[in-house]
C-alpha cells in the first residue's frame, strides 16, 4: 500500500496549485482519501477529504470556497485543486487513506489506516 503526494511549490497568494495523490496497492472504491496539513508548532488539521463512494466531499471552513477534492479512479489518483491560496495554507500536505468500514458514519474522522509523504505548500505574500 503506498500513497504519494506530489504537486507542491512556492506560490504568490491568489495563486493556484493542485497537489495529487497517487495511491498503489489497494482500490479507491474502498477507501476514503482525506488531505491533510501541518505547520510546525501546530497541530496536523484536516483539510478536505473525499469518501470511498466518491459522493461525499469535506472541507474544513478555512478552504470552502477555494479548495476542491476529486479523484480519478482510472488513474487511482485523487487531487486537491488549490485556488485563492492564502499565506496561511503554507504547510505540508500529507493525503492519507481510511478503510470503509459500515461503523463509520463520518470519513476521515476515525483514525487513518494508511499515510503518504507530503508535499510543502508555500504561499507569499
Known amino acids: 500500500v503506498q500513497l504519494q503526494a506530489s504537486g507542491g511549490g512556492l506560490v504568490q497568494a491568489g495563486g493556484s496549485l493542485r497537489l495529487s495523490c497517487a495511491v498503489s496497492?489497494?482500490?479507491?472504491?474502498?477507501?476514503?482519501i482525506g488531505w491533510f496539513r501541518q505547520v510546525p508548532g501546530k497541530e496536523r488539521e484536516g483539510v478536505s477529504c473525499i469518501s470511498s463512494s466518491g459522493g461525499r466531499t469535506t472541507y474544513a471552513d478555512s478552504v470552502k470556497g477555494r479548495f476542491t477534492i476529486s479523484r480519478d479512479d482510472g488513474k487511482n489518483t485523487v487531487y486537491l485543486q488549490m485556488n485563492s491560496l492564502e499565506p496561511e495554507d503554507t504547510g505540508v500536505y500529507y493525503c492519507?487513506?481510511?478503510?470503509?468500514?459500515?461503523?463509520?458514519?463520518?470519513?476521515?474522522?476515525?483514525?487513518?489506516?494508511?499515510w503518504g509523504k507530503g508535499t510543502l505548500v508555500t504561499v507569499s505574500s
Open positions: 496497492g489497494f482500490s479507491l472504491n474502498y477507501y476514503a
Open positions: 492519507a487513506a481510511e478503510k470503509w468500514r459500515v461503523t463509520i458514519t463520518t470519513p476521515c474522522e476515525n483514525g487513518m489506516d494508511y
